[in-house]
């Protein structure tokens, strides 16, 4: 099986810019969790989608938002980036996003703000 | 949740076995452990998980003791290549702790 793909890989946009990130997660996965890692806050939940619906949501104002699509297909989208959002975004795939579910990792999106 | 205690920092000669201590003293009865590690930059890897019972995959052994307070990751051998930093979690919505960042050396 193909494993979680993130794209792009890397990207660089100016503070007001907005920004989409998109995930694939495994064939036959329906739960997609997104991630922000930074030196200082370490691995920071954003939220997760189930069946196109947004189930858990972490501590993060409302610039950042998501959406998955009815092939569990994810994205992520920051407004009005400012320079702390500069970061790794993993996404991550379950099956059913059950706590007894492994989550598997993709390889992540390095996004840097200028 | 639960939370999950790691100390930070751990050093290993390469070919010996690493033992990654992790306590969860808050746990309840039908929360699992699992382990992740992530190599620099990379995405987290799974590595292995459980509920009571000792656990051994391809990757490592887990040990986990009778009351499920606190487990232990081992690596039997580990190699260069084993150098990361270690989650340990016990998930309910995967919040992850700062891990304990293993060095193997040669």
């Keep these: ?114 | 949740d639960a939370k999950t205690t790691q100390p930070p920092s751990m050093d290993c000669a390469e070919g010996r076995a690493a033992n990654l201590p992790c306590n969860h003293s808050t746990i309840s009865g039908n929360e699992y452990v699992y382990w992740y590690r992530q190599i620099h930059s990379q995405g987290p890897q799974y590595i292995i998980h459980g509920l009571k019972n000792n656990e051994t995959n391809e990757m490592a052994s887990l040990i986990i003791t009778e009351d499920r307070k606190s487990s232990t990751l081992i690596l039997p051998h580990a190699t260069l290549r084993d150098t990361a930093v270690y989650y340990c979690i016990v998930p309910n919505d995967m919040r992850f702790g700062a891990g304990t960042r293993l060095t193997v050396k040669p």
């Design chain 1, 1 to 114: 099986k193909a494993g979680v793909t993130q794209t792009p890989r890397y990207l660089i946009k100016t503070r007001g810019q907005q920004v989409t990130l998109s995930c694939s997660p495994i064939s036959g996965h329906r739960s997609v969790s997104w991630y922000q890692q930074t030196p200082g806050q370490g691995l920071q939940f954003l939220f997760e989608y189930f069946s196109e619906t947004q189930r858990n949501k972490g501590n993060f104002p409302g610039r950042f938002s998501g959406r998955q699509f009815s092939n569990s297909r994810s994205e992520m989208n920051v407004s009005t980036l400012e320079l702390g959002d500069s970061a790794l975004y993993l996404c991550a795939s379950s099956f059913r996003g059950h706590r007894t579910d492994t989550q598997y990792f993709g390889p992540g999106t390095r996004l840097t703000v200028l």
